[in-house]
C-alpha cells in the first residue's frame, strides 16, 4: 500500500455518468431548478410570515400608537435593510425585545409594510412568471405575424403569377386573333383579284368574240 502511495500508479477513478453530479445525484434539468427554486421560494415565504404572525424568538418590538409589533431584526436586514438601520440606530446593542417607537407612521401602514417585504419573494416570483407569460405570448406573437407576413407574401406572388400568366395568354389571344384577321384579310384581298382577273378575262372573251363575229358578218 506504501509503495502505490510513494510511487505506483494514481487510485483508479471511476467514470461519472454524464447525467448524475459529483454526488451521484441525478441532474436537474433548467425546468426543474426554476420549480424547485419556485418551491423554495414560496416556502421560505411562509416560513418568514409564520414568525412574523406567530411572534417566534422576535428580539426587537416596534410600537406605533399604541399598537406593538414583535418582529427579527435579521429578516429586517434581509427584506429591509433601509428600515433596518433605521430601526436600528435607536435600539441599543445587545438588548433584546427593546420597545423602539417608530414616528411619522400609522400602525396599519407598518403592518402592511412588513407584511409586503415578508411577501416580497412571491411578488418577485409573480413578476418573473408574468415576465415570462409576457415575452412567451410576444414570441408567440412575432412568430403568428412572421407567419402571416410569409402567407401574404406566398399569396401576393401566387396573385402575380396568375396575373402574368392570365396577359401571357391574353397577348397569344390577341396575337391569334390578329394573325387570323390578316389572313381572313388576305384571302378576301385574293378572292377579289381573282374575281377581277375572271371579270377582264371574261371582257375579254366576250371582247374577242364579238369583233369576231362582226369580222365574219363584214
Do not use: W
Amino acid at each position: 500500500m506504501a509503495h502505490c502511495a510513494a510511487g505506483g500508479a494514481p487510485p483508479a477513478v471511476l467514470p461519472r455518468s454524464p447525467g448524475l453530479s459529483r454526488k451521484g445525484v441525478p441532474r436537474k434539468g433548467p425546468g426543474e431548478r426554476r420549480k424547485l427554486k419556485a418551491v423554495v421560494s414560496e416556502q421560505l415565504s411562509r416560513d418568514v410570515l409564520r414568525l412574523l404572525r406567530e411572534e417566534i424568538h422576535t428580539d426587537t418590538v416596534l410600537s406605533v400608537g399604541g399598537s406593538l409589533f414583535k418582529v427579527h431584526r435579521a429578516v429586517l436586514l434581509a427584506r429591509a435593510p433601509g428600515f433596518y438601520f433605521h430601526v436600528n440606530g435607536q435600539t441599543p446593542s445587545g438588548l433584546t425585545n427593546e420597545l423602539v417607537p417608530v414616528d411619522n407612521v400609522d400602525a396599519s401602514e407598518l403592518r402592511a409594510f412588513l407584511h409586503t417585504y415578508v411577501v416580497l419573494a412571491r411578488m418577485v416570483l409573480a413578476r418573473v412568471v408574468l415576465a415570462r407569460v409576457v415575452l412567451a405570448r410576444v414570441v408567440l406573437a412575432r412568430m403568428v405575424l412572421a407567419h402571416v407576413v410569409l402567407a401574404r407574401m406566398v399569396l401576393a406572388r401566387m396573385v402575380l403569377a396568375r396575373v402574368v400568366l392570365a396577359r401571357v395568354v391574353l397577348a397569344r389571344v390577341v396575337l391569334a386573333r390578329m394573325v387570323l384577321a390578316r389572313m381572313v384579310l388576305a384571302r378576301m384581298v385574293l378572292a377579289r383579284m381573282v374575281l377581277a382577273a375572271c371579270m377582264v378575262l371574261a371582257h375579254v372573251v366576250l371582247a374577242h368574240r364579238y369583233y369576231s363575229v362582226c369580222g365574219v358578218g363584214a
